[in-house]
């Protein structure tokens, strides 16, 4: 059988994806369990992350977030059985790519899947229902009546963002990129209840100015916000590049946090000066950084990843989580697919097998 693998770049060279024969183990080991897969979503490689865990490989296995049925179980296995479906993430360390035919993965790493919700969605929006809950559970003790600044929102992970927090209780804000995007956030309704709009305002940021501190006073009274989560900021001023003309500042993200208030980042080299360091500390704030990947690298907290990925798979199923529509591809289209994810070309892609 065959599964999609990326030959990383010398230097400075881009990674290449290839096609590559691979087989799985004759004796499955005590705790693992043999999936067939049906779907498998395909996100960008963080080759700099594998390199700082010691990951390094000739051969890197590409698509990790996987949706299957139960072909076989290991003598120990407790929580499946054959013909189960199912649907988990491959952990950092995996020898296996998700576009195998079959892959061999341990029982802690999988959930079952409802009959409800389908293949292609699962293996689609799992990582980013993880992220969601990951930001606004863990990192930001999200609690009813609370209000939340979501950047980006009409992001495959702004939309999860903002769904879980409204069901919970919260106030979102959000920010659009363009006049289509903005529409369509004000349009967000819940699937269930009552028909209320999910965004409460939508801050546009497309002109390339925004006002972001006065919508911000003026929606919490003067309070501020009590989360914030991003998508990127921009470190200094003047940083107009096309990839962060649209974000924040890092000084505008500080001045509308509440007292209390979290900023969730997906920045990973954050660099606060001391002036933002003693608004921080003025208004007993914190910054938290949003790692996704730390669940699969840590086995320390395994019981909460599982019902986090329980919890989400549930809620997709339900309709309280509705992640937006990923038209599925081909395996024979996967390597395009996964160029065009590295290449932040696409944010995802989704193949069918």
């Not at 479906?85 to 360390?93: A, F, N, R």
């Not at 269930?192 to 390339?208: E, K, T």
């Amino acid at each position: 059988m065959k599964g999609l693998y990326c030959r990383a770049g010398v230097s400075d060279a881009e990674p290449k994806f290839v096609i590559q024969e691979t087989s799985v183990a004759e004796v499955l080991g005590s705790h693992q369990v043999r999936v067939k897969v049906k779907a498998c979503g395909l996100s960008p490689l963080d080759l700099k992350l594998l390199s700082d865990v010691g990951i390094q490989r000739d051969l890197i296995p590409v698509g990790r977030e996987v949706a299957g049925v139960v072909v076989q179980v290991g003598p120990k296995v407790s929580s499946f059985q054959p013909d189960d479906e199912v649907v988990g993430i491959l952990p950092l360390d995996s020898p296996c790519s998700g576009l195998c035919d079959a892959i061999d993965i341990d029982e802690q790493y999988l959930v079952q899947k409802p009959e409800k919700l389908s293949s292609v969605c699962a293996a689609g929006a799992l990582r980013d229902g993880l992220h969601a809950y990951t930001a606004l559970h863990t990192h930001a003790r999200m609690a009813a009546g609370h209000t939340l600044l979501v950047m980006d929102g009409a992001s495959s992970f702004g939309l999860m963002c903002i769904q879980l927090a409204c069901y919970h209780g919260v106030k979102v804000l959000t920010t659009s990129h363009s006049p289509q995007t903005r529409s369509f956030l004000e349009q967000l309704r819940p699937s269930v209840g009552v028909q209320n709009p999910l965004v409460a305002r939508v801050i546009p940021v497309d002109s390339g100015t925004s006002d972001l501190l006065s919508v911000v006073l003026e929606e919490t009274g003067g309070l501020g916000l009590d989360i914030i989560i991003d998508s990127g900021v921009r470190l200094q001023d003047g940083e107009e590049s096309e990839g962060t003309k649209f974000l924040p500042h890092k000084h505008d993200i500080i001045s509308v946090l509440a007292v209390g208030g979290h900023w969730v980042t997906s920045h990973q080299d954050l660099q606060l000066d001391p002036p933002d360091c003693r608004l921080l500390h003025l208004k007993s704030a914190s910054v938290s950084f949003l790692n996704p990947e730390v669940w699969t690298a840590s086995s320390a907290q395994q019981g909460r990843y599982l019902h986090i990925l329980k919890d989400t798979v549930e809620k997709m199923s339900a309709g309280v989580l509705r992640p937006q529509p990923e038209e599925a591809v081909p395996r024979y289209e996967a390597t395009v697919a996964m160029e065009a994810v590295q290449r932040h070309q696409r944010t995802k892609a989704v193949v069918q097998l």
